[in-house]
Structures are given as C-alpha cells and as structure tokens.
C-alpha cells in the first residue's frame, strides 16, 4: 500500500491518498482544496481513483469533493449518519466561510465495511462523538482516524451532532489496536497508538477500559 498525504487549506486539513502498487486502484480521504496536487499526483502515478471517502462532513474534509469529482467520476462515500450534514451548509460549517456548501454521496458507508484497492482491505470503523458519522479507517497497521484522534489532542465536541461521551467511546475503540499502529488524523503531524496513551492528557485512564 502507497500513501501520500497533503495539507491543504486555511485550516490545514490532512489529505491522503492510498493506493495499491498492484492494481494503481486508489482512494481519496478527506480532499481539501485546491485539489491540483492532488490531480497532479493521480496523473503521475497513473492511478484509478476508486473511492472518495470523507471522515465526516465538515467544511474543511470535503472543500474539494466537487472538482475531485468532476476531474475523476469518482463516486463520493460517507457514513450514512453524516449524508445531511455535506448537503447542509449551516451544518458542515461552510457558511462561517461566506460560502454554501452542498453535496450529495454516492454510497452511504456502514460500520464494519470493507473498501477494497486491489488486494488490499480496508475496514470502515464508525467512531462518532466529533460528528454523529465520524468515521475511522483501518488496515493492518494503520488508522485514518479523522478528526477523532491527534497527537497530543483529540476532536472537540461542541459542534453540531458533536458529542464527549460518544467520543469517549470511541476513542477506547482506537486504543484497543496495537501500541505501533500508525495513526494518520485529520489534522497535524501522525502519531502511534502507544504513544498516545503515554502523553495524550485526554486519554487518561481510557486505555484499560
């Protein structure tokens, strides 16, 4: 598996994109904008962008859907309990910005699924608490934890369908995966899962629950 990853923005919102060596079939998480090294990076690689998978629906994750979109065909997912919130500009934050956004999926993502690139699986984990459908995405050894997770730091809770105890929850589901899984979020630097147990003040006393 192949990952690159850029930052892109005001608010510097972290986007990867995965692919399989093999097949070149890839995925887009959360595309900020502009999307022109995200474009040009597809073209280099030569890669068929299969998924655009967003985290959650704010502003921030999904400001580049639209010309994703249009340059590739590639059809947009979300967890299902977000769908309202990309259509909604008061919900996904898009009007604070002097804008209106509005999108539509193409496939509403359930917890447990599997999105495959070639041979390679990867688990659509639903981890709401920042967002109703906040979701996480796992394969072996890595998690694209959205905005749920940082170094150092976790989603904060006090935006619409935001919620602490839900959150609570679900980041006791991240620190169940092994101490060396990498852990990709959606803003700032990676971390590991050890690490953050170790140092992150917020997960204090989650780790044995």
Sequence with gaps: ?????FVLGDLKVNTYLLWDEETLEALCLDPGAPVQELLAEIEKEKLILKYIVLTH?????I??????KTATQAPVLIHAADAEMIANSALNLSFLFGSELSLS???LLTDGEILCLGAKLIKVEHTPGHSPGSISLTHPGLVFSGDLLFAGSVGRTDLPGGD???LRHSLIKLLKYPDET????????????????IYNPFLQNLAGE
């Excluded at 598996?1 to 990853?5: D, H, N, S």
């Excluded at 629906?57 to 994750?61: A, L, P, S, V, W």
């Excluded at 400001?63 to 994703?68: K, N, S, T, Y």
């Design 164 to 166: 602490q105890e839900t």
């Design 105 to 107: 999926a193409d496939r």
């Design 63 to 68: 400001l580049g859907v639209d010309a994703l």
């Design 57 to 61: 629906g704010h502003y921030d994750h």
């Design 182 to 197: 990498k852990v990709f979020p959606g803003h700032g630097p990676e971390t590991i899962i050890g690490r953050e147990k």
């Design 1 to 5: 598996m192949r990952l690159q990853q």
